[in-house]
Protein backbone atom coordinates (compact mmCIF):
# COMPACT_ATOMS: atom_id res chain seq x y z
CA UNK A 1 0.00 0.00 0.00
CA UNK A 2 1.63 2.89 -1.11
CA UNK A 3 -1.36 6.10 -0.09
CA UNK A 4 0.23 8.79 1.93
CA UNK A 5 -1.29 9.65 5.09
CA UNK A 6 -2.91 12.74 6.33
CA UNK A 7 -0.67 15.08 8.01
CA UNK A 8 -2.63 17.55 10.25
CA UNK A 9 -1.22 20.80 12.48
CA UNK A 10 2.00 20.32 11.08
CA UNK A 11 5.03 21.95 12.47
CA UNK A 12 8.60 21.80 11.08
CA UNK A 13 10.29 20.51 13.57
CA UNK A 14 7.87 18.92 16.01
CA UNK A 15 7.64 14.92 16.38
CA UNK A 16 5.29 12.91 14.66
CA UNK A 17 2.62 11.39 16.29
CA UNK A 18 1.01 8.57 14.13
CA UNK A 19 -2.24 8.55 16.16
CA UNK A 20 -5.84 7.23 15.73
CA UNK A 21 -8.66 8.94 18.19
CA UNK A 22 -9.90 4.85 18.31
CA UNK A 23 -6.57 3.78 19.77
CA UNK A 24 -6.41 4.28 23.81
CA UNK A 25 -2.23 3.68 23.95
CA UNK A 26 -2.84 6.97 21.19
CA UNK A 27 -4.56 9.13 23.08
CA UNK A 28 -2.19 8.53 26.74
CA UNK A 29 1.04 9.41 24.16
CA UNK A 30 -0.99 12.40 22.89
CA UNK A 31 -1.95 13.48 27.06
CA UNK A 32 1.52 12.64 28.00
CA UNK A 33 3.42 15.29 25.26
CA UNK A 34 0.20 17.90 25.78
CA UNK A 35 0.93 17.36 29.67
CA UNK A 36 4.68 18.64 28.48
CA UNK A 37 3.46 21.53 26.28
CA UNK A 38 4.85 19.63 23.74
CA UNK A 39 3.77 20.09 20.38
CA UNK A 40 3.50 17.23 17.89
CA UNK A 41 2.29 16.46 14.55
CA UNK A 42 -0.76 13.85 14.31
CA UNK A 43 -1.05 11.63 11.56
CA UNK A 44 -4.01 10.00 11.72
CA UNK A 45 -4.57 6.21 10.77
CA UNK A 46 -7.68 4.49 10.29
CA UNK A 47 -7.46 1.61 12.30
CA UNK A 48 -10.86 0.15 11.22
CA UNK A 49 -9.29 -0.29 7.79
CA UNK A 50 -5.66 -1.22 8.77
CA UNK A 51 -4.02 2.20 7.44
CA UNK A 52 -1.65 1.08 9.94
CA UNK A 53 -0.18 -1.53 7.40
CA UNK A 54 0.72 1.44 4.76
CA UNK A 55 4.44 1.95 3.38
CA UNK A 56 4.98 4.90 5.43
CA UNK A 57 4.17 3.26 8.49
CA UNK A 58 6.03 0.15 8.14
CA UNK A 59 9.28 2.10 7.51
CA UNK A 60 9.33 3.33 10.91
CA UNK A 61 7.98 0.91 12.76
CA UNK A 62 7.87 -2.57 11.45
CA UNK A 63 5.16 -3.64 14.32
CA UNK A 64 3.03 -0.97 12.78
CA UNK A 65 1.30 -0.44 16.46
CA UNK A 66 0.13 2.91 16.60
CA UNK A 67 0.77 4.88 18.48
CA UNK A 68 4.53 5.83 17.06
CA UNK A 69 6.64 8.57 17.32
CA UNK A 70 9.17 9.96 14.89
CA UNK A 71 11.18 12.47 16.41
CA UNK A 72 13.97 13.66 14.12
CA UNK A 73 15.84 10.52 12.94
CA UNK A 74 14.45 8.76 16.23
CA UNK A 75 11.76 6.51 16.35
CA UNK A 76 9.77 4.50 19.07
CA UNK A 77 6.79 2.56 19.42
CA UNK A 78 4.53 1.43 22.45
CA UNK A 79 2.58 4.38 24.40
CA UNK A 80 4.86 3.14 27.27
CA UNK A 81 7.86 3.78 25.64
CA UNK A 82 6.71 6.95 24.00
CA UNK A 83 5.65 7.71 27.39
CA UNK A 84 9.08 7.55 29.31
CA UNK A 85 10.96 8.96 26.43
CA UNK A 86 9.06 12.32 25.93
CA UNK A 87 9.06 13.04 29.60
CA UNK A 88 13.25 12.05 29.43
CA UNK A 89 13.69 14.33 26.55
CA UNK A 90 11.05 17.37 26.86
CA UNK A 91 10.30 17.26 30.86
CA UNK A 92 11.43 20.03 32.99
CA UNK A 93 11.92 17.45 36.11
CA UNK A 94 10.97 13.74 36.61
CA UNK A 95 7.86 14.04 38.11
CA UNK A 96 6.04 12.07 35.80
CA UNK A 97 8.30 9.97 35.69
CA UNK A 98 10.58 9.88 38.39
CA UNK A 99 14.48 8.91 38.28
CA UNK A 100 14.36 7.14 41.80
CA UNK A 101 14.79 3.65 41.09
CA UNK A 102 11.87 2.70 43.45
CA UNK A 103 9.55 5.20 42.14
CA UNK A 104 9.85 4.50 39.00
CA UNK A 105 9.58 0.92 39.39
CA UNK A 106 6.43 1.22 40.58
CA UNK A 107 5.26 3.21 37.72
CA UNK A 108 6.97 0.80 35.61
CA UNK A 109 4.71 -2.07 36.90
CA UNK A 110 1.66 0.15 36.52
CA UNK A 111 2.82 0.61 32.94
CA UNK A 112 3.14 -3.29 32.55
CA UNK A 113 -0.72 -3.88 34.38
CA UNK A 114 -1.57 -1.48 31.13
CA UNK A 115 -0.20 -3.45 28.53
CA UNK A 116 -1.25 -7.02 30.19
CA UNK A 117 -4.23 -6.09 31.99
CA UNK A 118 -6.14 -2.93 31.07
CA UNK A 119 -5.22 -2.97 27.21
CA UNK A 120 -4.95 -6.74 26.85
CA UNK A 121 -8.83 -6.77 28.45
CA UNK A 122 -10.36 -3.54 26.54
CA UNK A 123 -9.07 -5.71 23.02
CA UNK A 124 -10.57 -8.87 24.08
CA UNK A 125 -13.82 -7.13 24.65
CA UNK A 126 -13.65 -4.95 21.56
CA UNK A 127 -12.74 -6.65 19.19
CA UNK A 128 -15.65 -9.02 18.35
CA UNK A 129 -17.78 -5.88 18.46
CA UNK A 130 -15.78 -4.25 15.98
CA UNK A 131 -14.24 -7.04 13.59
CA UNK A 132 -16.38 -10.09 14.22
CA UNK A 133 -19.89 -8.74 13.83
CA UNK A 134 -20.49 -9.39 17.60
CA UNK A 135 -23.07 -7.18 19.39
CA UNK A 136 -22.62 -8.09 23.22
CA UNK A 137 -19.71 -8.50 25.30
CA UNK A 138 -19.06 -11.94 26.27
CA UNK A 139 -19.43 -12.65 29.68
CA UNK A 140 -16.07 -13.82 29.94
CA UNK A 141 -14.38 -10.35 28.48
CA UNK A 142 -16.75 -8.87 31.03
CA UNK A 143 -15.54 -10.92 34.28
CA UNK A 144 -11.84 -10.19 33.50
CA UNK A 145 -12.04 -6.52 33.12
CA UNK A 146 -14.33 -6.47 35.98
CA UNK A 147 -11.54 -8.33 38.17
CA UNK A 148 -9.14 -5.30 36.53
CA UNK A 149 -11.32 -2.95 38.74
CA UNK A 150 -10.77 -4.43 41.50
CA UNK A 151 -7.35 -5.17 41.14
CA UNK A 152 -7.17 -1.06 40.53
CA UNK A 153 -9.19 -0.52 43.45
CA UNK A 154 -6.39 -2.46 45.26
CA UNK A 155 -3.37 0.04 44.22
CA UNK A 156 -5.63 3.02 45.02
CA UNK A 157 -5.98 1.52 48.49
CA UNK A 158 -2.03 2.08 48.86
CA UNK A 159 -2.00 5.41 47.24
CA UNK A 160 -3.97 8.72 45.39
CA UNK A 161 -2.74 7.98 42.17
CA UNK A 162 -1.87 4.65 40.50
CA UNK A 163 1.92 4.91 41.40
CA UNK A 164 2.69 7.00 44.42
CA UNK A 165 0.86 10.64 45.61
CA UNK A 166 1.14 12.24 42.85
CA UNK A 167 0.34 11.80 38.77
CA UNK A 168 2.83 10.34 36.29
CA UNK A 169 2.70 8.44 33.18
CA UNK A 170 1.16 5.40 34.99
CA UNK A 171 -2.07 7.56 34.92
CA UNK A 172 -1.59 9.08 32.08
CA UNK A 173 -1.44 5.64 30.56
CA UNK A 174 -3.95 3.40 32.53
CA UNK A 175 -6.99 6.23 32.65
CA UNK A 176 -7.21 6.39 28.64
CA UNK A 177 -7.45 2.48 28.76
CA UNK A 178 -9.98 2.12 32.06
CA UNK A 179 -11.69 5.46 30.51
CA UNK A 180 -12.95 3.48 27.46
CA UNK A 181 -13.19 0.06 29.80
CA UNK A 182 -15.47 1.96 31.77
CA UNK A 183 -17.58 3.35 28.17
CA UNK A 184 -18.44 -0.51 27.49
CA UNK A 185 -18.24 -2.05 31.27
CA UNK A 186 -19.81 0.45 33.79
CA UNK A 187 -17.48 0.72 37.08
CA UNK A 188 -19.34 -0.27 40.07
CA UNK A 189 -19.81 1.73 43.22
CA UNK A 190 -18.23 -1.77 44.66
CA UNK A 191 -14.67 -0.26 43.56
CA UNK A 192 -15.17 3.40 45.11
CA UNK A 193 -11.59 4.14 45.06
CA UNK A 194 -11.76 3.35 41.19
CA UNK A 195 -14.88 5.54 40.50
CA UNK A 196 -13.31 8.46 42.68
CA UNK A 197 -9.69 8.48 40.82
CA UNK A 198 -11.43 8.37 37.49
CA UNK A 199 -13.31 11.20 38.47
CA UNK A 200 -9.78 13.14 39.76
CA UNK A 201 -8.30 11.57 36.36
CA UNK A 202 -11.40 13.74 34.29
CA UNK A 203 -10.00 16.99 36.27
CA UNK A 204 -6.61 16.82 35.24
CA UNK A 205 -5.36 18.89 31.84
CA UNK A 206 -6.01 17.37 28.84
CA UNK A 207 -8.15 14.96 29.67
CA UNK A 208 -10.97 16.30 28.55
CA UNK A 209 -9.34 17.79 25.24
CA UNK A 210 -7.63 14.28 24.14
CA UNK A 211 -9.72 11.58 26.17
CA UNK A 212 -12.96 12.58 27.04
CA UNK A 213 -13.46 14.27 23.36
CA UNK A 214 -12.57 10.95 21.73
CA UNK A 215 -15.24 9.05 24.17
CA UNK A 216 -17.60 10.72 22.33
CA UNK A 217 -16.20 9.13 18.67
CA UNK A 218 -16.54 5.82 20.38
CA UNK A 219 -20.51 6.76 21.25
CA UNK A 220 -20.96 7.62 17.47
CA UNK A 221 -18.99 4.66 16.43
CA UNK A 222 -21.25 2.17 18.03
CA UNK A 223 -24.40 3.87 17.73
CA UNK A 224 -23.68 4.28 14.19
CA UNK A 225 -23.11 0.41 13.92
N1 LIG B 1 1.20 -1.90 23.77
C1 LIG B 1 0.99 -1.07 22.61
C2 LIG B 1 -0.30 -1.44 21.93
C3 LIG B 1 -0.44 -0.74 20.59
C4 LIG B 1 -1.55 -1.32 19.74
O1 LIG B 1 -1.75 -2.55 19.71
N2 LIG B 1 -2.27 -0.45 19.05
C5 LIG B 1 -3.31 -0.90 18.16
C6 LIG B 1 -4.36 0.19 18.00
S1 LIG B 1 -5.17 0.49 19.54
C7 LIG B 1 -2.71 -1.17 16.81
O2 LIG B 1 -1.81 -0.48 16.40
N3 LIG B 1 -3.20 -2.18 16.11
C8 LIG B 1 -2.70 -2.49 14.81
C9 LIG B 1 -1.69 -3.58 14.81
O3 LIG B 1 -1.46 -4.19 15.86
O4 LIG B 1 -1.11 -3.85 13.78
C10 LIG B 1 1.02 0.40 23.04
O5 LIG B 1 0.82 0.69 24.23
O6 LIG B 1 1.29 1.26 22.20
Redesign the pocket.
Request: hydrophobic residues 30%; proline residues 18%.
Given at each position: MSKKLVTQLYSKTAPILYY?NL????LSALMVAKTLNLTVNLKNVN?LTKE?LTEDLLQVNPQ????TLVDANYAI????AIAGYLVGQYGEDDTLYPMDPKKRGRVDQRLHFD?EHL?SRLHETVYPLLFRGKSEICKFARKRVERAYMILEEFLKKSEWLAGDNVTIADLCCSSSISILDYLIPIRESTPRLLNYMQRCSDLPHYQDVVQKELISWEIKFRND
Open positions: SSPPAIYHTIPWDSHTF
